[in-house]
């Protein structure tokens, strides 16, 4: 049975119960949480389903929901893109916020003994997922695509869960764990811009209504 950093047992068969247990932890108490995470067993799989398939789905379809229900103001007018290039674009953003955990993973771990670290695939992809959580909580404000903005504070609180979690992980010493850091952040920046660039591309191939 999972537990909370502070010994709460996470009900078995409640995976949702057990996502939101892990993304307040994680959020709220990163320094005790992230020695929990470091020392529990884990596959791929199993950081990847149900947390990372959940938490990452929030931004993608929040932002499908704004853009249809709110639309994007632009001066004097409101924007709304078409209903099946936003679902499109919803569901590539998605596909390729799963891939990014992934490959932002592999840098991780290919930098960490640059850095006085040691490699591991397994916790390399533990930091990659849990520190995407605050940028993917953050995600709810595209319900309304004018306070959309506020995840952007999310994502860069994200960083420092970064820093905390790679001296922890990927035993990388505190005197190094800046500078991995920001290495890691310049790559998170490249998949991120890559990941909207795709995504946008493939949004609105035709103009949506306005109003």
């Known amino acids: 049975m999972n537990e909370t950093p502070f010994g709460e047992p996470i009900p078995p068969g409640a995976p949702a119960a057990g996502v939101v247990q892990r993304a307040k932890d994680i959020l709220l108490k990163p320094k005790e949480t992230w020695p929990v995470i470091a020392a529990e067993p ?12 959940m938490l990452a789905a929030i931004g993608p379809l929040a932002g499908f929901i704004g853009g249809q229900v709110f639309g994007f103001s632009i001066p004097g007018m409101t924007y709304r893109p078409p209903l099946v290039g936003s679902l499109v674009s919803a569901v590539v953003s998605y596909g390729l916020s799963l891939a990014s955990v992934f490959l ?3 840098v991780i771990d290919a930098l960490a003994p640059n850095f006085g670290g040691q490699k591991n695939p397994v916790q390399a992809l533990k930091v990659a997922a849990y520190m995407g959580t605050a940028s993917w909580v953050g995600g709810i404000f595209g319900l309304i695509p004018a306070l959309s903005v506020i995840g952007l504070l999310f994502a860069l609180y994200g960083l420092y869960l970064l820093y905390l979690g790679l001296p922890v992980l990927m035993k990388a010493p505190e005197d190094k764990a800046l500078g991995y850091t920001v290495v890691v952040i310049l790559a998170a920046i490249v998949l991120f811009v890559i990941v909207g660039a795709i995504a946008a591309a493939l ?7 306005i109003s």
């Open 42 to 53: 884990a596959t791929t799989q199993s950081i990847y389903v149900p947390y990372v398939v």
């Open 104 to 106: 932002l993973a592999l």
């Open 203 to 209: 949004a609105t191939p035709s103009i949506g209504s």
